[in-house]
Structure formats: structure tokens, C-alpha cells
């Protein structure tokens, strides 16, 4: 499960509601890098997230961080204290809500919301991929968008070779669904027969084309030669 938090600098005073805890926001490095660990008072524990060390005013996502000891309010550890203080919440339910943080450097206003994220079976093979590859797991992302456009340009160029080379007999929709059902590689097999039947029906030029022979040949060459000799 994720969540998108937003924080707001200049919250008004008036209106906060009842302080329910203390909180304490920690700047932390890993090694996932480094990320914000806001840690709020509950039940004589801390709950709370991780998030990237974004700019206040823009949406980060974060990640539901498990209880920890209430020593973190005041005990460092390997984290830098960012801001601490007293909590409310404004509003609340159960995808998310807002809260207030009364702190040394003023009030601000958090907002989190849950996003429905990737299942434990899908991470996990996500995460597997990546190590059967040897890959560093922050490439997941740009990997996944790389995987999907190679797929579509790939079925664009075989549904285009299909329509010229079968015209209306070229089932578009049925090789559309047949080719959703493959690995990225066996659509590259089903390309790789219709470029062969293309160029088959239309022969691709020589790169080169041979210069003539006899007279007329030799004369132009010796023309051309003299030419560039007098320029």
C-alpha cells in the first residue's frame, strides 16, 4: 500500500482542534537513499512514513512506515531532527485525511491520501525480474515504460506490414489480441516472418549501385577528373 502526502507551510492558529501527540520529522539515508521519516505519537508508539525529501507544496509518495519506540522523539539515532512538536488531525478516514504539525519551525498542514498500490505477488515478481537480471531496482520504473513502448511499436510495425502485404484480408483486431497474449521476444519472432515475407514481395535496393562499363564509362570518369582538376 502507498500513500500521496502533500505539506503546507502557513496553516492559520484558529481552529487546529485537540493536540492528540507529539511528532517528530527526521531526515534519513538508507540504503534506498536518502527520505523523510514523519513519526507521529500513538498509543505509546510511532507510526507514521517515509518519503522523498520533496519541496513543501508538492504531492510525494510515501510509504506506511511499522511502530517504532517513542525514544525517536527525542533520540536522534542515525537520523537529523527536521522539525519536531505536538499533532491533530483535521480530518479523518479511512483513505487518509489531514493534520496539523505545531512545531519549531511554525505550523503546517499535512494532507495523505491512500493509493492503491501493488499487490505483494506482483512486487515480488517485479523484484525478482530485477534480480535474475542483475539490475538495480531503481530502474524499475523506466524499465517497465522502455518494455511497454518497445511492445506497441512492435505491433504497430507488424499490424502495418500485415495491411499492406494482405490487405482486408489482414485480421487486425484478432493478431491485436493474439500478440497482447505474447512475450516481447515472440512478437519479435511474428515480425521477423512478416519482414521476411515484405521483402520478398518488394526486394530492398542494392546499397550500392555499380558504375558502367566500356567508353562512355571510362570518358565521364576522366570528364569529372579534368573538372575537378580545373576548379
Do not use: N
Not at 152 to 173: H, Q, S
Not at 187 to 204: C, M, N, T, V
Request: with cysteine.
Amino acid at each position: 500500500m502507498f500513500w500521496k502526502i502533500r505539506m503546507d507551510d502557513g496553516l492559520e492558529a484558529s481552529g487546529l482542534g485537540e493536540r492528540e501527540g507529539r511528532f517528530v520529522l527526521h531526515r534519513h539515508r538508507d540504503g534506498l537513499g536518502e527520505h523523510l521519516d514523519l513519526r507521529l505519537e500513538c498509543d505509546g508508539y510511532l507510526l507514521g512514513w517515509r518519503m522523498a525529501p520533496g519541496v513543501d507544496g508538492e504531492e510525494q509518495f510515501a510509504s506506511e512506515k511499522g511502530p517504532h519506540p517513542v525514544r525517536w522523539l527525542d533520540e536522534e539515532e542515525a537520523a537529523v531532527v527536521v522539525d519536531r512538536g505536538v499533532y491533530g488531525w483535521l480530518e479523518r478516514d479511512g483513505d487518509g485525511g489531514s493534520l496539523f504539525l505545531e512545531g519549531e519551525k511554525g505550523l503546517r498542514r499535512v494532507v495523505v491520501s491512500r493509493v492503491d498500490g501493488l499487490t505483494v505477488e506482483v512486487a515480488c515478481g517485479i523484484e525478482k525480474a530485477l534480480r535474475d537480471l542483475e539490475l538495480p531496482m531503481g530502474e524499475a520504473g523506466a524499465l517497465i515504460v522502455d518494455g511497454v513502448v518497445s511492445r506497441r511499436r512492435a505491433v504497430e510495425r507488424l499490424c502495418g506490414l500485415g495491411r499492406e502485404l494482405d490487405g482486408g484480408d489482414f485480421e487486425e483486431e484478432t493478431w491485436r489480441k493474439t500478440l497482447g497474449l505474447l512475450s516481447l521476444e515472440e512478437i519479435h519472432g511474428q515480425l521477423r516472418a512478416f519482414e521476411s515475407r515484405f521483402d520478398a514481395k518488394y526486394p530492398p535496393a542494392p546499397v550500392s549501385i555499380p558504375e558502367g562499363l566500356g567508353d562512355e564509362g571510362e570518358a565521364s570518369r576522366s570528364d569529372a577528373a579534368l573538372s575537378i582538376v580545373r576548379g
